[in-house]
């Protein structure tokens, strides 16, 4: 009975199609570090995704904790994957020339049309302008900032996007916390928070497929890892659930 529990069929395609588009991009000679670099990312947009769909379908509470639970499934489901690509791939592809696929943009299709399919047609649930335009003006002022120092690097400008995400998702937990006696207002707050981080990590994602050659240790010297950071935000979220229908 428990394993039925963690097996949920779309979250499983929508894990491998975004995989397969990864490894479509890189080529098989780099998918080992391409996917070290992108699993985080595909778990983490499941995730949210699944959030964000749960939070439009609040009428009946005896329903949020299942679908919670099957939005927590692409995050272990990429963790998997990643465990086995890490023990099973050679490690010699990290020291080979990095050739950018011709089919890239094939993969940014299949990437896009996936998202499409996994908002089961609700896709103005992931529309919103105020987070967009928040997110627009963070990237701005970041790479602004990069600018003004007289050398905008790629791989910094690419590692500001999980930071961007967290920024404005913590902004978010603070107005759900701020609204805490009114669990209605909870749910808008919290879509905001989980919209940048969602935002952020489809960029990066689209990023790391059209243009590869990017490591994680070159993006770890100049920043920190946030995928972490970003699961735990959303267990903020889930604790905060909790409490508020325990109120109710």
């Known amino acids: 009975m428990m394993m039925v529990g963690i097996i949920d069929l779309v979250s499983f395609l929508f894990v491998i199609s975004m995989t397969l588009a990864v490894s479509i991009s890189s080529g098989l000679s780099r998918a080992q570090s391409a996917l070290a670099e992108a699993l985080p990312e595909i778990g983490v947009i499941g995730m949210y995704l699944g959030l964000i769909m749960m939070l439009q379908n609040m009428d009946d509470p005896n329903a949020v904790f299942p679908a919670l639970a099957v939005a927590c499934l692409p995050i272990l489901y990429a963790s998997i994957i990643g465990?086995?690509?890490q023990n099973?791939?050679?490690?010699?592809?990290?020291h080979q020339t990095v050739a950018v696929s011709k089919l890239r943009y094939l993969s940014v299709i299949l990437v896009l049309v996936t998202l499409y399919l996994c908002t089961r047609g609700e896709l103005r649930w992931f529309l919103d302008l105020k987070t967009m335009s928040l997110t627009t003006l963070f990237i701005v002022v970041g790479?602004?900032?990069?600018r003004r120092q007289g050398e905008l690097d790629p791989v910094k400008v690419r590692a500001l996007f999980p930071t961007i995400g967290l920024i404005i998702g913590?902004?978010?937990i603070v107005l759900a916390l701020s609204n805490f006696s009114n669990p209605k207002a909870i749910g808008p707050a919290m879509a905001i928070a989980?919209?940048?981080?969602?935002?952020?990590?489809?960029?990066?994602?689209?990023?790391i497929i059209i243009q590869p050659g990017?490591?994680?240790?070159?993006?770890?010297a100049v920043g920190v890892s946030c995928a972490p950071w970003r699961t735990l935000m959303a267990g903020l979220f889930i604790w905060l659930m909790i409490l508020s229908f325990a109120d109710v």
């Open 83 to 85: 465990f086995v690509v």
């Open 170 to 172: 913590g902004m978010g």
């Open 194 to 207: 989980f919209l940048a981080v969602l935002y952020t990590s489809l960029i990066r994602l689209l990023w």
């Open 88 to 94: 099973l791939a050679s490690t010699s592809e990290h």
């Open 214 to 220: 990017v490591s994680n240790d070159q993006e770890s």
């Open 143 to 146: 790479i602004g900032l990069q």
